[in-house]
C-alpha cells in the first residue's frame, strides 16, 4: 500500500470518527459562518488563511503554584503542557501555552468500572501578539460532563467557552462521551467559533467578528486540541 493511499485511509476514517461531534456544533454557526478545513503545510498546518506551526506537547512535573498542585488534597496531580503559532490574516501573529493540571476524583475506581473519567481538571492558557494585551482562557471542571470557561483580553470582559465532552440522547435518556470534544465561543444563544477538539482540525467561525477576537479565540481553541482530554478511561 502506497503512502498516500495509506494517509487517505487514515484521514477517512478519522473523519468518521468526527461525525456524532459534528452534530453538536451550532447549526446556524455550521449554515451561515465560514467552514475551515485542515491542510498540510510546510512546518504545520493551515486553516483556511491562519497558518498554524511549531505544534508542541509534553508531559511534565506539576507546577506547585497550580490551581490543583497548590491544594492540600492527597490524590495526585498531573500536568501537560501544549502551545502553538498562529499566524492571521492581517499580518498578525500569536503564540499560545496551555496548562492542563489534573487529579483522579475520589471514586475513580467506580469511574473506571463506567469507562468513563472523572478527573478534576484546571486549564491556564495564555495567547500573546505584539502591541496588543494577552488573551487568556481558564476553565476549573470535572471531565464527568460537559463545562465552561471564560476567554478574553487581560484586563478586559469575558466571554463563556464552552467545551462539549458528553451528548445527550433518546430524549436526555442516555449520555454518550464525544469522540471527539468540541470547543465553542458563545455569544449569547449562538457560537461565533467553533473547534472540533481532533484531527483532522476542523473549525467553522462568523466572519463579522471582530478579527482580533477571532484569532485570538481561534488560537487558544486549537492549543487545547493538542492537550491530552482521555474523556474515557
Do not use: H
Amino acid at each position: 500500500m502506497g503512502l498516500g493511499l495509506a494517509l487517505g485511509l487514515v484521514s477517512t476514517a478519522c473523519r468518521l470518527n468526527q461525525r456524532p461531534s459534528l452534530k453538536v456544533v451550532d447549526p446556524t454557526l455550521v449554515a451561515q459562518g465560514t467552514a475551515l478545513e485542515r491542510e498540510r503545510i510546510r512546518g504545520g498546518f493551515s486553516l483556511g488563511p491562519y497558518r498554524v506551526t511549531q505544534v508542541g506537547m509534553r508531559s511534565e512535573a506539576p507546577d506547585l503554584d497550580g490551581p490543583l498542585a497548590q491544594e492540600e488534597v492527597a490524590r495526585p496531580v498531573t500536568q501537560d503542557r501544549a502551545g502553538l503559532v498562529l499566524e492571521g490574516a492581517e499580518g498578525r501573529t500569536w503564540t499560545t501555552t496551555c496548562r492542563l493540571q489534573r487529579r483522579a476524583p475520589p471514586a475513580a475506581d467506580y469511574r473506571a468500572v463506567l469507562d468513563e473519567n472523572g478527573d478534576e481538571i484546571a486549564v491556564g492558557c495564555t495567547a500573546k501578539t505584539a502591541g496588543r494585551p494577552p488573551w487568556r482562557f481558564d476553565a476549573r471542571a470535572l471531565l464527568s460532563g460537559n463545562f465552561v470557561g471564560q476567554l478574553g483580553p487581560e484586563g478586559g470582559s469575558t466571554e463563556t467557552v464552552e467545551v462539549l465532552t458528553r451528548v445527550l440522547r433518546f430524549r436526555g435518556k442516555i449520555e454518550r462521551v464525544l469522540p471527539v470534544p468540541v470547543a465553542q465561543l458563545r455569544r449569547g444563544d449562538d457560537a461565533v467559533v467553533s473547534v472540533l477538539l481532533g484531527r483532522p482540525e476542523r473549525a467553522w467561525v462568523d466572519p463579522s467578528l471582530d478579527p482580533v477576537k477571532l484569532e485570538a479565540a481561534l488560537a487558544l481553541l486549537l492549543t487545547l486540541r493538542f492537550l491530552p482530554w482521555e474523556l474515557a478511561q
